[in-house]
């Protein structure tokens, strides 16, 4: 079965410096969006991603963030200069057709900043 | 706005015993519904949902119906197994592809004991 590809599993950064995490979405989908888990909090929505450009992004997602799909393949998240309540969960997904259509997630970069 | 309200965890069941994880929604409109569950370690699944009420979601022995009228899509199984030890969320995409963002209820833990 198709799936949603995220590297890497653990990533652990210093404070202010900058990270990307990367991912893999599946082949033939056309929304993409990430998502965050703080440890032991609800599942937050940080941003989707259609046809080359960002569709919608919650006040989470502010200056620090960005997204890019570089290539036909992959979709990172940066965060520019990272703070200790960055750390979290970072989920990756996609979706054929869109929110209501329903998403494969991927499973997930633990980020610990330090 | 959009929310979802779920029972608190864990929950702590023998094996073969009758599964509820109680969800209710706020929501304009009358959107879709999904389950979401997460096993140790892995990313989010969609594991079952509903496009419209009365609709009944259903796999892996798992059963959702969407009441409108008591604004609700519980979570139930018949027997659980050990192996369905995991975090459920319930989820809500907005109305009528108004946006992009999936909210999510606070997600449940179950434990199954054999």
């Known amino acids: 079965e198709p799936e949603v590809t995220q590297t890497p599993s653990h990533q652990v950064t210093q404070m202010g410096q900058e990270v990307i995490l990367r991912c893999v979405p599946i082949?033939?989908?056309?929304?993409f969006y990430w998502y965050r888990q703080i440890l032991g909090q609800k599942v937050e929505f940080l941003v989707s991603?259609?046809?080359?450009?960002?569709?919608?992004k919650s006040e989470i997602f502010d200056d620090q963030f960005s997204v890019e799909r570089p290539d036909g393949s992959n979709f990172t998240l940066k965060i520019r200069s990272t703070k200790l309540e960055d750390s979290a969960m970072y989920f990756c997904?996609?979706?054929?057709?869109?929110?209501?259509?329903?998403?494969?997630f991927g499973s997930g970069t633990r980020l610990t900043v330090v | 706005g959009d929310s979802v309200t779920q029972m608190e965890g864990p929950v702590t069941l023998s094996e073969e015993a009758f599964l509820t994880i109680n969800c209710t929604y706020t929501?304009?409109?009358?959107?879709?519904l999904f389950w979401y569950v997460q096993y140790p370690g892995e990313g989010l699944q969609l594991l079952l949902k509903?496009?419209?009420?009365?609709d009944k979601g259903s796999n892996k022995g798992f059963e959702a119906t969407y009441r409108k009228e008591t604004t609700s899509f519980h979570l139930e199984k018949g027997s659980v197994q050990v192996s369905d030890s995991a975090v459920y969320f319930c989820?809500?995409?907005?109305?009528?592809?108004?946006?992009?963002?999936?909210?999510f209820g606070g997600g449940t833990r179950l434990m199954v004991k054999p």
């Open positions: 989820a809500l995409p907005p109305n009528n592809n108004a946006g992009n963002m999936l909210t």
């Open positions: 509903a496009t419209k009420a009365d």
């Open positions: 082949s033939n989908h056309l929304y």
């Open positions: 991603f259609y046809n080359n450009e960002i569709s919608e």
């Open positions: 929501a304009t409109g009358y959107p879709s």
């Open positions: 997904a996609s979706s054929p057709q869109g929110t209501n259509y329903g998403y494969t």
